[in-house]
Structure formats: C-alpha cells, structure tokens
C-alpha cells in the first residue's frame, strides 16, 4: 500500500495523477470462476404458479395438522365445573412429608414384603419342577410297562374338560343385601347394565364428539350402551 501511495505523489506523473489515502479505495473480488453456476432468468409468471403452488401445499400441511389437533371430547363423569375455579387451591390435598423415621420403616417393610413374594416365587417354581420331574418318571415307567397305556395317557381327557368349571377369583364375594344404583339394573346371571355413553369410532384418523361428525376421513361417532360386571361389595 505504502509503494502504492508513493509512485501516485510522484511529480512525474503530474498533478491530475496525485491520490491521497482518503481517496484511494478498494474494489470487491469479481468472482469469473466457470466452475460458479449462472442464475438462469425464470419468467415471472413461472415463478408466480410455483409460489401459488407451495402456498396450496402448506395450506394442506396446515389443515391437516389442525384436524389432528382438535381436543378429545372429555369423559362426562371428568367434566370440571366452572364455579370451583375460584377456590381450587383450597381443593388440593397438600403432600405429606415424613419423617427419617417413617420413611425407614417403610423401606425396611417393603424389602421385607419383598423377600417373602420371593420365597413365595420359589415355593411355586420348586413346586411346579418337582411336579413336572415326577410326571416323567411315571410316564417312562409306565411306558416300560404298557406301551398301549402310555399312548392313552398322552391324550387329552375330553370327560374332565367337559365337566370342568371354573368361576372366579373375585376380590371379594358379591353381598346379597347390594341395592344396586337407579342407573344400574342387576340382571339374574349376577352381572350389571349400566347405560353410559359409548364412543364407538369408525375410521383411521381419530376425531372425539358425542354426536356424528362428518363422514369421510373424519370419524363416525354415535352413542352406545355399555355392558359390563360390577364387582358388588368392594
């Protein structure tokens, strides 16, 4: 830059020749590489139906995107009320904190609780393995003895699975004194109808309303009863 600067004050080259610093400015690099590709020029009216053309396809994306985002009709028995919004905080149970003491016992029941489901597991896996071993030992003895007898004993007992029923385990037996509730209607088999609003949903995208909501892609919702046991007395 200085030699620069130099050769431009020389006298020779005459006074329209001489350049300060202040005027002496830079060019940018023109970049005439031919490996840089040239923009081609594209017809407004081109460019126009391609820029329509993304904004359709967006506008699909968008709407599509807003039919999955809908919220699922809530479970009528989870309906909040609006009028306990006021005192919500009121209507929270607060978090019992325990002491080192109980939290200790808790830990050591549990472990304990544990320990004897573990020995119960045992009990039964020596049980079973122990029953399954002494089947084969009387199944290959009694093979030794009568071939015929073992085949027999190998089918199934279609007289012990024809007189077999089997009912339960309930929790806890059914009280004979239960009033059942208005809504509910005990039937004599022992179990319960409940009519109750049913969402029966009839299509690959999924969309929540009690009533029916369009056809289509959308789904066919109508309403339904619902049959199902109660178990009485819990």
Known sequence: MA???????????G???????SRLHMS??????????????????????????KRRKLKK????????????????EYIFD?????????????????NENEEDERVILEMEYKRYLNKLAVMDTRWITESIRKQENALQKLKMLSPEMYKAALEPDECFLQSFIYQGPTL???LESYDPPDDVFKLMDGRCKQ??????INSSKITFSKDKVGTGNFAD????????????GL
Do not use: C
Request: charge should be positive.
């Open 3 to 13: 030699d620069i600067l130099r050769q431009l004050n020389r006298p020779s080259w």
């Open 15 to 21: 006074s329209f020749m001489k350049a300060s610093a």
């Open 28 to 53: 940018a690099v023109q970049l005439s590489s031919p490996f840089i590709k040239a923009q081609k020029k594209m017809d407004p009216e081109i460019a126009k139906l391609r820029e329509e053309r």
């Open 61 to 76: 994306e968008i709407k599509l995107l807003e039919s999955f985002g809908k919220k699922p009709k809530p479970v009528e």
């Open 82 to 98: 609006k009028k306990h919004e006021a005192n919500i905080n009121e209507r929270i149970r607060p978090n019992i904190r325990l």
């Open 172 to 174: 806890t037996p059914p």
């Open 195 to 200: 009519i109750s609003d049913v969402y029966i």
């Open 221 to 232: 919702v109508y309403k339904g009863v619902a049959l199902f046991s109660l178990p009485f």
